[in-house]
């Protein structure tokens, strides 16, 4: 066997290890749209013992690409590719055995005891580093800035826009979070909905609405939360959901494409084939 990386872990395991890539177990941390994208990517490589940690009250705006819904409907597919909640470790291998993704609520990722990762990817995007350490996996992969390659994960994948979107890094961080939203179609901020102050979001829109400037798309504590641009809405957060004040509770796609609702962003895409790409790397024969 060939691998990119050499890296060991704290038990017996290591990378180079010859594992059938069909054998391999994932951890993911996260159920969101990023980490759902870097499972889904995984998954069609026939890599599809997944298991998917969340919390009990998942935040995915773009909810139709998120297997985090899950955590709330029991199971959630998309486009063609299904997750199941398990409500314990018990009921992984049962899931695994059906051909579907695991989700579980997991915040404290008491599950990588049980599983024994090959892989753990963070794919939570807290823009920090919430626990995640080298020794979690043979190859522990992080998305996004927070991550530190060489020191608490082994490769970090590039989440932000541009030329480098996608890199994989073996040394160093990913590009600090700029908090400015990508550009589609040239809007930038314009199209993210914000939580103008923090209480429950309560609206009857649904995912896939055309939207007009103007609209009022909800309400937090009675304050509204109002469309700035013309297109359609391809995110929106649980109504119900209790928010804090400036969190990101939606997302309005100007090119006005509800195809775009229900399938996987090209950013997300971009990053789940590299994180495809970093256990390819380790794990090849």
């Given amino acids: 066997m060939s691998a990119g990386f050499r890296y060991t872990h704290s038990g017996t395991k290591k990378a180079e290890d010859p594992i059938i890539r069909s054998n391999l177990v994932i951890g993911i941390k996260g159920a969101g749209e990023m980490a759902s994208a ?3 990517r995984l998954y069609m490589a026939n890599i599809r013992r997944i298991v998917m940690l969340e919390t009990a009250r998942p935040l ?3 909810r139709e690409v998120a297997f985090s819904e899950a955590v709330y409907a ?4 998309v486009e063609g590719v299904r997750a199941v909640k398990a409500a314990g470790t018990e009921q992984i291998s049962r899931i695994w055995a059906q051909g579907r993704i695991v989700v579980t609520v997991d915040p404290e990722a008491a599950t990588l005891r049980d599983i024994r990762p090959d892989v753990l990817v963070d794919a939570i995007l807290a823009k920090q580093n919430l626990g995640t350490r080298l020794s979690d996996a043979p190859l522990v992969i992080g998305l996004g800035p927070g991550f530190t390659a060489g020191a608490d994960v082994h490769v970090v994948v590039e989440t932000q826009r541009g030329h480098h979107l996608g890199r994989i890094l073996t040394t160093g961080s ?3 979070n700029t908090g400015i939203p990508g550009a589609v179609e040239g809007v930038t ?6 939580a103008p ?5 309560l609206s009857s829109w649904r995912i896939g609405d055309p939207v007009e400037n103007g609209a009022v798309i909800g309400r937090v504590a009675g304050r509204e939360v109002v469309g700035r641009i013309d297109g359609v ?3 929106l957060i649980r109504p119900g959901t209790w928010v804090t004040t400036g969190l990101k509770i939606g997302d309005i ?3 006005g494409n509800v195809d775009h609702c229900y399938t996987i962003s090209d950013k997300a895409r971009a990053i789940a084939g590299s994180a495809l790409e970093a256990v390819l790397r380790t794990y090849n024969r």
Avoid: I
């Avoid at 029991?74 to 597919?77: A, E, H, I, L, V």
């Fill in 174 to 176: 990913a590009e600090p």
């Fill in 74 to 77: 029991g199971s959630k597919t």
């Fill in 197 to 201: 102050v923090e209480g429950e979001f």
């Fill in 60 to 62: 995915a705006v773009r």
């Fill in 253 to 255: 796609d100007p090119r």
């Fill in 233 to 235: 809405l391809r995110g």
């Fill in 38 to 40: 870097a499972a889904w």
């Fill in 189 to 194: 901020e314009d199209r993210v909905l914000r």
